[in-house]
């Protein structure tokens, strides 16, 4: 069995430090920071990862132990522009709805989806699953999540344990995945326009 892997990185990566570097070059401040990078190999072809992936009625299936009540914002849930909304069940969260939308898809490669969640939907959210290629028809999907966190209460949130927290769940979201992609079991309901 390969193993899983659960890492930290240090430097922001992705579409949130080009948007950093340009506010910097306005003279804006950014205080973003990578909160972690998840990853996991499944074997299936990354082209069949990719096309569940990029189906966001899909995510609650392997994601609903810690994001809740989703519902999507369009009827189209493929592609560019589908999205979602969804409760965190954080512990001390008080303001708990976030939203995501899938904003770039480069197949079958890349998924990177924006949002915003906390109190007004102030802290700024983006996801990354970047999906390579492995040997016999595997694939490791990579999950970074980061976060700009804007006023100090959502910074010492965050130091507190917020990202441990999200860390260890969405770790336990690529074991899901795998689950689900590998063997059709430990699904959760997928979301729709309604809800759930």
């Known amino acids: 069995m390969v193993p899983r892997s659960v890492t930290r990185s240090g430097s922001p990566t992705g579409a949130l430090r080009d948007v950093r570097a340009a506010g910097r070059s306005r003279g804006a401040t950014y205080n973003a920071a990578v909160d972690f990078t998840v990853s996991t190999p499944i074997a299936r072809p990354r082209e069949q990862v990719f096309e569940y992936l990029a ?25 560019t522009g589908a999205g979602a909304r969804f409760r965190m069940k954080a512990p001390l969260q008080r ?40 040997p016999a028809d595997t694939t490791k999907v990579q999950y970074t999540l980061e976060t ?8 010492l949130m965050e130091a507190l344990g917020g990202a441990a927290w999200n860390r260890r769940q969405a770790a336990k979201a690529m074991r899901r995945l795998r689950t689900i992609l590998e063997e059709g079991r430990d699904r959760g309901r997928r979301a729709s326009v309604a809800g759930r």
């Open 55 to 79: 189906d966001i009625s899909n995510h609650p299936e392997f994601s609903d132990h810690y994001l809740v009540d989703w519902h999507l914002t369009r009827e189209d849930s493929y592609g």
């Open 95 to 134: 303001f708990a709805w976030a939203d995501v939308t899938l904003s770039e898809l480069q197949p079958p490669f890349r998924i990177v989806q924006r949002g915003r969640g906390g109190k007004y939907n102030r802290i700024r959210m983006l996801g990354t699953y970047t999906l390579s290629s492995g």
């Open 148 to 155: 700009d966190p804007v006023m100090p209460s959502d910074k």
